[in-house]
């Protein structure tokens, strides 16, 4: 029986919002000449989202052309960054894969990031041994959920859990209708209180094993 375990990215995996911070404001000086301050508080809070409703919580005061076209500059520059720099990792991320990976279990990411996002962090940190597949919002245009599903029926998975850390997460699990754990360590919280959940990412073997029972 073929088991898969789906990660969230933002908050789950790593933290990139100082990085992302300094990039999004030097992105819309240099290419729009808007000075605009960008805080890793004020990405930290909108990551998760899918694209769109990123660009209209954070360019509200632009026309919606513009938003997406200061979106999409700012993503560009914010992989260029983070393919030289990468971002902040989880404590105790590689060795929790690699665990993971020991105990016969197939590792996924699916993220509402942008195009290149996910290649970034699993380029620069090294990650793409731990990794089968990866889906996002830039390259399919599609919701978490359907992402989800995606990756399902390409692995053709028997059993998979969804990991990550705000409520988004948890409805894009139960629309795929699959488990989810919450990452408390992660950007967010969720209000159902009888959910899975790990304190921190060296939590989940353990906690897996329970989901999958």
């Known amino acids: 029986m073929k088991k898969g375990i789906l990660f969230d990215l933002d908050g789950t995996l790593w933290d990139a ?9 030097k992105a819309m000086e240099e290419h729009f000449d808007i000075e605009k ?21 954070l360019f509200s005061e632009f026309e919606m052309k513009q938003r997406r076209e200061m979106l999409t500059y700012c993503c560009k520059k914010e992989n260029e960054y983070l ?20 105990k016969g279990y197939s590792l996924y990411i699916v993220s509402n990031c942008q195009a290149g996002y996910i290649e970034a962090f699993m380029e620069y940190h090294g990650m793409e041994q731990y990794f089968d597949d990866y889906e996002s919002f830039g390259r399919t245009g599609r919701e978490k959920d359907r992402n989800i599903r995606l990756v399902l029926e390409r692995n053709q998975l028997d059993q998979a859990v969804y990991v990550g850390d705000i409520q988004g997460d948890y409805y894009a699990a139960m629309e795929a209708q699959i488990p989810f754990i919450h990452a408390r360590n992660g950007f967010g919280t969720i209000v159902q209180a009888e959910v899975p959940y790990i304190e921190k990412l060296p939590d989940l073997p353990k906690v897996v094993e329970k989901v999958f029972r």
């Open 17 to 25: 919002s100082q990085g992302a911070a300094l990039t999004w404001e």
């Open 83 to 102: 393919r030289k720099h990468g971002g902040k990792l989880t404590e105790g991320l590689e060795e929790t894969l690699q665990i993971l990976r020991d």
């Open 37 to 57: 301050i960008f805080t890793p508080e004020m990405l930290r809070e909108v990551m998760g989202k899918s694209m769109y409703e990123i660009s209209d919580i």
